[in-house]
């Protein structure tokens, strides 16, 4: 499927996360273009996986602001410029962040939660309404508006905070495990999010992480592998990337899930192993 890859949306240089004596990721480095097809709105989805214990969730807070990085920089691109070459460094709220317990004011409901994700945003309140109101209609939580979370499905919920991060962030957004304990509708429901994301705006990049390797195949055009790397014949005890799949150079990208998917989660998995 023919793309091609403009302006720099994220720029990951030399990243480690150090907590006292302990390095807990190292050497990361990788580069994120906007994908550009004809006649189509073409947001980023890229996805992270990795056995267990190998610093995803430290790289993300590192990618969100949560964490200072011991080493390195993280880049994207500064959106507020009508330069194209425009970059800022990462600081909190830049990125959204949804984790896995779906955080939500207890007290707030759905409306005003959304309301208040608007705060900092310089537009009237008509205006605030109306994209908060087209929001809701779109993601299908118009009835859940004036609920709080304790009234709301897990799925209900989930929405609720991508919305949120959304509004508050702009164009970045990183979920962490976001299929994780879901059934089958719930799990086609954040794949619709997605799709929701990525078809609103071409700079719209989402990266997550997952333990369903078929569900990074298949839904992002750029998987990444964390893991411990294996340097002169000794395995370290860092999480660094150790294989990056191009789902857009493999002309797997966009495309129904099947054989050639499989034989690429056959790799990945291996990868994993081995790392």
Known sequence: MNYS?????????????????????????FVEKDVVRANNVTGQVIAFVGRSGRGKSTLFRAMTGLVKPTTGKILIADTTTDSENDAKEVHEGDIGFVD????????????????????????????????????????GLEKAKDQYPNELSGGQRQRTAIIEQILCSGHYMV????????DVGNI???????????????????????????????????????GYPTINGKKEEYGTIVKHFDMKELNLAWKDYGLDHIEIVKQIKATMLAS
Not at 124 to 139: A, P, V
Not at 175 to 182: A, K, M, T, V
Not at 197 to 223: G, P, R
Request: no cysteine; glycine share 2%; aromatic share 12%.
């Open 188 to 226: 086609e429901d954040v794949k619709k999010a997605f799709h929701l994301i990525t078809s609103t705006h071409e700079f719209n990049t989402i990266i997550y992480s997952t333990h369903d390797i078929e569900l990074a195949v298949e839904l992002a055009d750029s998987v990444y592998v964390i």
């Open 100 to 139: 896995q317990k779906y955080t939500l004011f207890r007290n707030k409901t759905v409306y005003q939660a959304l309301l208040f994700a608007l705060r900092k945003k310089n537009i009237s309140k008509e205006e605030k309404h109306n994209l908060i109101m087209s929001y809701l209609s779109d993601w």
């Open 5 to 29: 890859t403009h302006n720099t949306l994220l720029y990951v240089e030399d990243l480690s996360v150090a907590y006292g004596d302990k390095t807990v990721i190292k050497d990361i480095k």
């Open 175 to 182: 979920l962490d495990e976001p299929f994780s304990g879901l």
